[in-house]
């Protein structure tokens, strides 16, 4: 198995003539240089209160700002805010002032009622907002003047600095988001502005000239989708992308070949996992724990993150990472090693053999020869019938959350918060997750209990007794914890990605 990765590696590397253009070929109508970013998964929409896929987020991290920003270090540092909340002594209200003078885009201020708005929003069970947790805490609002809010809450909430961080909880224009879609229509307070976008295929950016914390130096933006890596990086080579977010393993070689161009890495509290469905509502057998034992013991996680990632990922078997709050070393523990004889001797003795699995993998470059490498893991125990279904990303995102639609599938969760809680609950608690359907009483209560205290040691045991459960009940399967890995055109500087794999075009410069 091995010999065949490579061998397709290798073609792929030696698949086209290195070209290299002159960064400054390429310039927008306005006589400035284009930065181009080739986004190698399609972005869903440009609302950061009804979007949470990556690809969005590259955009809307552009446009929008959040009232907190996460640093390097994983210290909270004020944005829209002017400084940190202040709690009350119980922990039950906190007191955020806002910064003065700022304007939305389309010319609304910015102020503590658009705050209130935009909770309002992602609090509104009919608004359809994808990460309603973030707000769960909050009972009631008190707008105290102009630029000053007071949160009430339901409890102490011992995540709630690091959900005002999230990208999620971007503070919207009331105005615009009252008149128009912002899926499609994008009103923010950040450093760029809204220029166009063609569904499918690119966006256009426009540095925001009376952008309060001062205008960009890259004044002007296209992100285009360019599915194929391949391709991605053969407009790398010819200067026609300045920028890839996004590289796989498997194109490094041909990346650091490139003239011109930086292979670069930073540290991510991303995870890539297994998701294996208890109650599949396709193949009842996965309601059965020892069957689901039987998969997790096949998957060499290990052998994947060793042989296929070469270095770029470091292996785990705890669903919370060593980069995210509520890791503990005790977890390497839990859960189900890989040992393919016992999981053969499990399946035998129980006529399991024939048993049909629907494997559903997103047809994207991280999660292509993922699939593979773990289908063959379960024929190599003599699972005869998994089938594999490789599905665009967009329809993944959709599809994934359908009753009947898999038994496993292959997921992944950039911890933009790096908090254990932030992760467990939007992904398996009963009443927030719609994909992983463990619907689990115990384990809803102990991620509860987890962001309801500020006592760091208690919220560290809940969530180590969360990770185990979703670990022994072979729920989950981590495969590896990521770097992210990027390139970009050496004509830049200030390019990166933070821990939660956001990138901020602010930060970029020519030299």
Do not use: C
């Not at 296209?222 to 053969?234: D, K, P, R, V």
């Not at 070469?310 to 005790?330: C, D, K």
């Not at 699939?371 to 893991?377: L, T």
């Amino acid at each position: 198995m091995k010999q065949l990765f490579f061998k397709r590696l290798s073609a792929l590397a030696l698949a086209l003539t290195l070209i290299v253009l002159s960064p400054a070929s390429l310039a927008s109508s306005d006589g400035e240089k284009m930065f181009n970013v080739a986004l190698t998964a399609p972005f869903t929409g440009f609302d950061p209160l009804r979007t949470n896929d990556a690809a969005s987020t590259y955009v809307n991290a552009q446009i929008y700002e959040t009232l907190y920003r996460i640093a390097p270090d994983g210290s909270y540092t004020p944005l829209l805010a002017e400084s940190l909340p202040e709690f009350s002594d119980d922990g039950l209200s906190a007191t955020i002032k806002l910064r003065e003078g700022i304007s939305f885009h389309d010319g609304t201020p910015f102020n503590a009622e658009a705050v209130k708005y935009t909770f309002s929003l992602i609090q509104d069970p009919n608004f359809g907002s994808s990460r309603a947790s973030i707000v769960a805490s909050i009972d009631t609002m008190e707008v105290l003047d102009e630029y000053t809010i007071k949160l009430n809450l339901k409890y102490e909430d011992g995540v709630l600095l690091a959900k005002l961080a999230h990208t999620n909880s971007a503070i919207v224009s009331p105005t615009a988001q009252a008149n128009q879609d912002l899926m499609v229509q994008p009103v923010g307070t950040g450093p760029y502005l809204f220029v166009s976008s063609v569904s499918g295929s690119n966006v256009v950016l426009k540095a925001n000239e009376e952008y309060w914390g001062g205008a960009p130096a890259i004044k002007n933006v296209t992100m285009t989708i360019i599915s194929e890596e391949s391709t991605a990086i053969a407009r790398m080579e010819t200067g026609e992308a300045d920028f890839m977010p996004n590289v796989t393993v498997q194109q490094v070689p041909r990346l650091q070949g490139i003239s011109g161009v930086t292979f670069a890495t930073s540290p991510s509290a991303q995870i890539f996992y297994i998701m294996l469905r208890p109650n599949s509502y396709v193949n009842p057998v996965m309601g059965n724990p020892l069957f689901r034992q039987a998969l997790a013991m096949a998957f060499d996680t290990e052998g994947y993150t060793e042989f296929v990632m070469e270095g770029y990922a470091s292996h785990s078997a705890s669903v919370i990472g060593p980069n995210v709050f509520g890791y503990t070393e005790a977890a390497e523990g839990f859960g189900y090693k890989y040992d393919p004889e016992a999981a053969r001797a499990i399946i035998e003795e129980n006529g399991w053999q024939n048993e049909e699995i629907k494997f559903l993998v997103p047809s994207t470059p991280a999660y292509t020869p993922m699939g593979e490498y773990f289908q063959s893991n379960l024929q190599e125990v003599g699972l005869t019938n998994v089938q594999i279904e490789s599905i665009d990303w967009s329809a993944w995102l959709t599809e994934s959350k359908a009753d009947n639609r898999f038994d496993i599938s292959l997921a992944a969760w950039s911890n933009v918060t790096r908090d254990g809680t932030e992760l467990l609950e939007p992904n398996w608690d009963s009443k927030v997750s719609s994909r992983s359907r463990i619907d689990s009483e115990e384990f809803d209560a102990l991620v509860k209990e987890s962001k309801t205290t500020s006592d760091r040691e208690l919220r560290l045991a809940k969530l180590e007794a969360a990770n185990k459960y979703l670990l022994d009940m072979a729920v989950v399967v981590p495969v590896y914890n990521g770097q992210n890995l990027f390139a970009y055109n050496n004509a830049y500087e200030g390019v990166t990605r933070d821990v939660g794999g956001t990138f901020y075009l602010k930060d970029i410069t020519l030299k």
